[in-house]
């Protein structure tokens, strides 16, 4: 990636009015962002259980600088708050996962989860719409039968262009978990869904009906020593996917193997340094995020400090580690202690599958290139990004003299954090979400 070594000038584009306001309300938080496969849709879901979906404009002559921005397409409430009257516990709205189908016809379809329900959602243009009905009028009244005296053939007159969210299936009452991960498989029939202790297989078509493909519930929950993390599809092969653990473990399984995948094909792990132990160590070995490259070869996981490159054929050890923020090993006191320790990082790869990433606090974002090895840090905030502005990259100094564009590690907002980014499949565009506010930035063209 050229614009690398002129350490990734993106462009802020401006977010949307609806995911503005300072003085965010909870609802407003953004829980997920996902491109589609071409790019020129974005979709986020957020903890009101919201879809947002924005699509890039075409590029115009006139305005060649302007590269084709990001607009609201369509708004639509996907998840309302339930109960669960058999456990007496509130089920949350809140979007944890969106996943796309690839477009097929004129509609997208997108699959959208909460904590138990994963939803198949359609989304529609319209610009025209019958008149002439012989048994309605045109407000839709039925009219009576005995006036109507001649037969009417109904036509089709344009109209304002309407985008339709339609739910299309409710795959529900499969977990006894939190959802943390769906996944389509390449297939396009099937996806699969993961709580803490079981994967679940479906077919896009039965709803009532799913195969438990991984349970790793003992017996005697006392003896609970991990949870699953995060689950994906390979994204060509469509026997095989794998799955992480709080343990910091990845499991790739295949399903010619047998119906039942709790014996692993594969068991990624890199040993403990005994000498780096301490109390924390278990905590923040835990993967919370777990990605397969474009080209299906390499694994990603990020735990909390790291973020890591497997490759397929190597179980031992990853081939790449990259300290995201190695500052903080000396705050894991205070991060234990208001929580942020069990923050889930999201990490990403570029089209190319040679850039990779990942969020921090303080609306710091990671990008690491895996050719040249050279990594910066960028800021997600409205102070820092003007409109079509340069981002600048920003050091953060452990101890010692700070230099005047250096953020000391004491001084750094906690509150303030990138869990979640999206990387446009083919072009140098990322979509970072930063609490309430939606970030698109994009490579400088000179």
């Not at 397969?292 to 890591?308: E, N, Q």
């Not at 490759?311 to 000396?330: A, C, F, G, W």
Request: aromatic residues 10%.
């Amino acid at each position: 990636m050229k614009c690398f070594s002129r350490y990734l000038p993106y462009i802020f584009r401006p977010p949307s009015a609806i995911l503005s306001s300072s003085c965010h309300a909870e609802a407003d938080i953004i829980s997920t962002v996902e491109f589609n496969h071409t790019g020129e849709l974005l979709a986020t879901g957020d903890k009101g259980g919201r879809v947002v979906i924005f699509q890039r404009e075409q590029e115009s002559k006139n305005q060649p600088h302007r590269r084709g921005e990001y607009n609201v397409y369509s708004t639509f409430q996907s998840h309302e708050p339930e109960f669960d009257y058999l456990k007496s516990l509130e089920i949350e709205e809140k979007i944890n996962k969106i996943r796309w189908l690839p477009q097929q016809n004129a509609a997208y379809f997108l699959l959208s989860t909460n904590d138990k329900t994963v939803k198949l959602w359609k989304v529609s243009e319209r610009d025209k719409r019958p008149e002439g009905y012989n048994l309605k009028d045109e407000d839709g009244r039925l009219r009576d039968p005995s006036m109507i005296t001649v037969l009417r053939v109904p036509v089709l007159r344009p109209m304002d262009l309407m985008v339709e969210a339609t739910p299309r299936r409710v795959f529900a009452n499969a977990h006894t978990y939190h959802i943390n991960s769906i996944s389509v498989n390449s297939d396009y029939e099937t996806y699969m869904s993961a709580d803490d202790l079981r994967i679940n297989l479906w077919n896009f078509e039965i709803t009532n009906q799913s195969f438990n493909i991984v349970d790793i519930k003992p017996a005697n929950m006392e003896e609970l020593t991990e949870v699953i993390t995060a689950a994906e599809f390979h994204p060509h092969h469509c026997n095989t996917f794998v799955y992480s653990s709080s343990k910091g473990t990845i499991r790739l399984c295949d399903m010619r193997t047998s119906a039942l995948c709790d014996r692993h094909a594969k068991f990624f792990e890199e040993p403990e340094d005994p000498s780096n132990r301490s109390f924390f160590s278990e905590i923040i070995s835990s993967i919370s995020d777990v990605k397969f490259s474009h080209s299906g070869r390499y694994i990603m996981t990020r735990d909390y400090l790291t973020v890591k490159v497997w490759d397929l054929n190597m179980e031992n050890r990853p081939i790449e580690t990259y300290q995201v923020h190695d500052y903080l090993r000396s705050k894991l006191c205070s991060l234990y202690e208001n929580d942020c320790i069990f923050d889930k990082f999201e990490c990403v790869w570029n089209g190319s599958d040679s850039v990779i990433m990942t969020g921090s606090y303080n609306n710091f974002f990671r990008m690491f290139d895996r050719n040249t090895k050279r990594d910066v840090t960028l800021e997600a905030s409205r102070e820092n990004s003007k409109p079509r502005a340069i981002l600048k990259p920003r050091k953060v100094c452990v101890g010692g003299k700070r230099r005047k564009d250096e953020i000391s590690v004491d001084s750094l907002d906690f509150s303030k954090k990138i869990l979640h980014t999206a990387w446009h499949p083919s072009e140098n565009i990322i979509a970072v979400a930063a609490t309430n506010n939606l970030y698109i930035f994009q490579d400088k063209v000179n």
